[in-house]
């Protein structure tokens, strides 16, 4: 009879926690991000925090935030720090000082749940449909939104963006997950998956990581098998 023993070494990993004690305004943490530039970004449901070295600045809405409740945050190639509030809109940072774009300018809802950028263009998602901004002339933002919402009755909520071999996906709540097709005029939609519940997405190589309620899902991306990839799918991380 033979024996096997499996020995584990558990890795520690230098840690540094934040809370409204030090640099927090609020507890409820909705986006975090790292800017080009080294800095930590943390949108909260009462303000945003930048934390520069040692250097900490708070943003709320009398700084010029659209509103308090950051949940998404994004950066363009100009080092512009990008906002997304839900209730607000958009807000972008240029370093000194805020501008806000809600749906005055022609953002589809002013919910907003996530943000990505990819190729000069900004795709925002929000609890019904989702706006892209094209951002090569970033002095007139405002005429350059393009909207897209569902024709159904319910809302299009989006969940998250991610992108694949020069394509851009949405990822909705209960709505599916559909190819973005922009010509820089007009935002069509190709369907990949109908319907399923999904609360967030990542790329890895070439499979797409959907976490779904109790579990997860690891598939391969091929935009016209992506269904039946699903269906067949192992649920991942159930305890």
């Known amino acids: 009879m033979f024996f096997f023993c499996l020995s584990v070494v558990a890795q520690h990993y230098p840690s540094k ?9 609020n507890t ?6 790292f800017s080009s530039r080294g800095g930590l970004w943390i949108g909260t449901d009462n303000g945003l925090v930048h ?22 945050l994004a950066e363009d190639s100009k080092h512009h720090i ?6 607000g809109g958009l807000s972008r940072f240029n370093g000194t000082s805020w501008e806000v774009f809600s749906t005055d300018e022609g953002l ?19 609890s019904d449909g989702f706006s ?24 299009f909520r989006v969940q998250d963006f991610f992108t694949h071999n020069g394509a851009v996906y949405v990822v909705t709540y209960d709505k599916g997950i559909y190819k973005v097709l922009f010509d820089g005029k007009e935002i069509h939609l190709e369907t990949c998956v109908k319907k399923g519940l999904f609360y967030a997405s990542a790329v890895q190589g070439d ?15 091929r935009p016209n098998k992506l269904r039946q990839n699903l269906q067949k799918a192992p649920q991942l991380g159930r305890s």
């Open 108 to 126: 589809v809802h002013a919910e907003v749940t996530t943000l990505s950028i990819f190729k000069d263009v900004l795709y925002v998602g929000t």
């Open 17 to 25: 926690h934040y809370t409204d004690q030090n640099i927090l305004p």
């Open 82 to 87: 990008w906002a997304g509030s839900y209730g």
């Open 51 to 72: 934390k520069q070295n040692e250097t900490v600045v708070s943003y709320f809405e009398e700084d010029g935030l659209a509103l308090n409740t950051i949940w998404a």
């Open 28 to 33: 409820t943490v909705r986006s975090v991000f």
């Open 207 to 221: 499979s797409l990581l959907l976490g779904q309620k109790e579990y997860f899902k690891k598939i391969a991306i």
């Open 132 to 155: 892209i901004v094209t951002l090569q002339d970033s002095a007139r933002v405002s005429s350059k939104i393009h909207s897209f919402k569902h024709e159904k009755r319910s809302p």
